[in-house]
């Protein structure tokens, strides 16, 4: 196939920064879960600046994502704990480029940034069409 051929097909982003911060609002209980973060995603798209969000998540407060600027991976395989949040459930993009960290949807936190599953595609389908370089699609910025 001739270089160039599907680019047109495919959405395509840059600059994505995810921001996750304490929500202003307080914390928001959704379908009995408690999230008091909020994800915000700012990006290019065809040369113009876009956000979206801020969407509730949350982190294990015991065991929360480090404070500071993370590179946030292109996804990397099917994680089964995702299986019962939607279509995109299972794929996940991990924070930094080795340990178990992740952004992914759910209602349970181990250390991750842990989103409510109802706002998931959304940051999946802004998440996963965006490139930083080869390994990464972004950044992340943790400021509890």
């Known amino acids: 196939m001739t270089s160039g051929f599907l ?34 995603l700012t990006y290019n798209e065809g040369g113009a600046a876009k956000s979206s969000g801020p969407f509730p998540a949350k982190t294990d407060p015991m065991n929360p994502v480090p404070a500071g600027s993370h590179d946030l991976e292109i996804a990397d395989f099917p994680h089964p704990y995702g299986s019962g949040y939607g279509t995109y459930g299972m794929i996940w ?18 250390g991750c940034i842990t989103c409510e599953p109802g706002n998931w595609t959304t940051i999946y389908q802004i998440v996963h069409a965006a490139r930083l370089d080869s390994k990464s699609v972004g950044k992340l910025t943790f400021a509890p």
Do not use: M
């Not at 495919?10 to 909020?38: E, F």
């Not at 930094?96 to 209602?107: F, Q």
């Open 93 to 110: 993009f991990r924070i930094g480029h080795s340990g178990d960290r992740y952004l992914h949807p759910g209602k349970v936190s181990l």
């Open 7 to 40: 680019e047109a097909a495919y959405r395509r982003l840059d600059s994505l920064v995810v921001n996750v911060v304490t929500r202003q609002a307080g914390p928001v209980t959704i379908g009995g879960v408690t999230y008091d973060l909020g994800v915000t």
